[in-house]
């Protein structure tokens, strides 16, 4: 209710001694820090001017990984998304909460292994939508873009395409033609039952003459499949990754200011691999690459048309069809608690297996 006091509570799970890492409330429409810990004392200066003296972080259970936000006069201008973060040298864990003013309703997406409809809440919630299109000019001459800009095959002989500065003329590359210099943003890629395929983002000016490995350190965020069994994250060295599920289509998430690219299997939104910590400073932009003859092309899924409500359709749930929220007295003051486990987003591992069936590897 508009002038009590809300907290917003967030544990991780498996439990663990969060005391020495870092934690943050941030509103994920406007990115305005609520309240941050870290030291083992509440950062002040890092605070939005809207919510300085109004908010503390209880931490009475820190040691258990525990921690809430509890916010002070609730105004209406408060009621919408807050994530929360755990971070700390070699971990990183997120979740999100809503808070609207008069109602609480707690958001779940992306819990190890959620199911799809919870993958569609987060990715509509958090980023915007991009409607991505192949730039031709930039296809190495061996790769076919279809008309409408959605997909790409590989040729079975280069085509005579004029050698422009834009072309890859040794990476079996082609660029999307949008640019990202800010903002949160996704995509879907449709790889089916490719055997060989790599997505993700790169430099708009990444070198496009000669040989190139394709890393962070190049200015390449990517990962992809081999030999139909060999799932990679292009780092240096390459991590090879393990999955439940062999996935037919893939979103990319790009988190321009936090420096994050996300993969995530869009069929049944189990999280693959994230490239965390990146300071960019230059325009992104999409980048695929096929190197094998195959029948299916690589396709850009078109963005989705449709509107929170259809993706979220109980985005205001009906009490008679949904548990209630259980509502508790904090031991601190007496006011209204939400009793709610909040979900956090496995940003690191990918998912076990996948039976590995050689050993053999790709550059």
């Given at each position: 209710?508009?002038?009590?006091?809300?907290?917003?509570?967030?544990?991780?799970?498996?439990?663990?001694?969060?005391?020495?890492?870092?934690?943050?409330?941030?509103?994920?429409?406007?990115?305005?820090?609520?309240?941050?810990?870290?030291?083992?004392?509440?950062?002040?200066?890092?605070?939005?001017?809207?919510?300085?003296?109004?908010?503390?972080?209880?931490?009475?259970?820190?040691?258990?990984?525990?921690?809430?936000?509890?916010?002070?006069n609730v105004r209406a201008s408060d009621?919408?998304?807050?994530l929360c973060y755990f971070q700390d040298?070699?971990?990183?864990?997120?979740?999100?909460?809503?808070?609207?003013?008069?109602?609480?309703?707690?958001?779940?997406?992306?819990?190890?292994?959620?199911?799809?409809?919870?993958?569609?809440?987060?990715?509509?919630?958090?980023?915007?939508?991009?409607?991505?299109?192949?730039?031709?000019?930039?296809?190495?001459?061996?790769?076919?873009?279809?008309?409408?800009?959605?997909?790409?095959?590989?040729?079975?002989?280069?085509?005579?395409?004029?050698?422009?500065?834009?072309?890859?003329?040794?990476?079996?590359?082609?660029?999307?033609?949008?640019?990202?210099?800010?903002?949160?943003?996704?995509?879907?890629?449709?790889?089916?039952?490719?055997?060989?395929?790599?997505?993700?983002?790169?430099?708009?000016?990444?070198?496009?003459?000669?040989?190139?490995?394709?890393?962070?350190?190049?200015?390449?965020?990517?990962?992809?499949?081999?030999?139909?069994?060999?799932?990679?994250?292009?780092?240096?060295?390459?991590?090879?990754?393990?999955?439940?599920?062999?996935?037919?289509?893939?979103?990319?998430?790009?988190?321009?200011?936090?420096?994050?690219?996300?993969?995530?299997?869009?069929?049944?939104?189990?999280?693959?691999?994230?490239?965390?910590?990146?300071?960019?400073?230059?325009?992104?932009?999409?980048?695929?690459?096929?190197?094998?003859?195959?029948?299916?092309?690589?396709?850009?899924?078109?963005?989705?048309?449709?509107?929170?409500?259809?993706?979220?359709?109980?985005?205001?749930?009906?009490?008679?069809?949904?548990?209630?929220?259980?509502?508790?007295?904090?031991?601190?003051?007496?006011?209204?608690?939400?009793?709610?486990?909040?979900?956090?987003?496995?940003?690191?591992?990918?998912?076990?297996?996948?039976?590995?069936?050689?050993?053999?590897?790709?550059?």
């Open positions: 209710m508009v002038g009590e006091d809300a907290d917003l509570p967030c544990h991780l799970s498996p439990s663990m001694n969060a005391e020495t890492m870092e934690l943050r409330w941030v509103r994920s429409s406007l990115r305005q820090v609520v309240n941050m810990y870290a030291d083992g004392k509440e950062v002040e200066d890092k605070q939005s001017a809207e919510y300085q003296g109004r908010t503390s972080i209880l931490r009475n259970n820190i040691t258990a990984g525990k921690a809430a936000l509890r916010i002070y009621s919408g998304n807050y040298d070699n971990f990183y864990e997120k979740a999100l909460v809503e808070l609207k003013v008069a109602e609480w309703r707690r958001i779940q997406y992306m819990a190890r292994g959620e199911k799809s409809q919870t993958y569609a809440e987060w990715k509509v919630a958090l980023f915007q939508a991009a409607d991505v299109l192949l730039d031709p000019e930039t296809a190495n001459p061996i790769l076919i873009v279809s008309e409408d800009q959605r997909s790409v095959q590989r040729a079975e002989e280069p085509q005579n395409l004029p050698d422009i500065p834009e072309r890859f003329d040794w990476r079996y590359c082609v660029l999307g033609c949008e640019n990202f210099t800010s903002g949160r943003h996704y995509w879907e890629v449709e790889v089916g039952d490719r055997k060989e395929w790599h997505i993700g983002v790169c430099w708009r000016n990444v070198e496009r003459k000669g040989w190139v490995k394709m890393t962070p350190e190049n200015g390449y965020w990517t990962m992809g499949l081999s030999d139909g069994y060999n799932y990679r994250a292009l780092t240096e060295p390459r991590t090879k990754l393990t999955l439940d599920k062999a996935p037919t289509r893939v979103g990319v998430f790009l988190d321009y200011e936090t420096g994050e690219v996300s993969f995530y299997n869009a069929m049944d939104g189990s999280h693959i691999y994230t490239f965390l910590h990146t300071s960019f400073s230059e325009p992104l932009c999409p980048v695929f690459r096929i190197l094998t003859l195959e029948p299916t092309a690589l396709t850009i899924c078109p963005a989705a048309k449709e509107v929170w409500h259809s993706l979220v359709p109980d985005l205001v749930p009906d009490s008679s069809q949904e548990t209630p929220v259980t509502l508790g007295l904090s031991e601190q003051s007496g006011e209204p608690q939400a009793e709610v486990q909040s979900l956090l987003l496995p940003l690191q591992s990918g998912a076990e297996g996948l039976p590995l069936q050689s050993n053999k590897s790709q550059p």
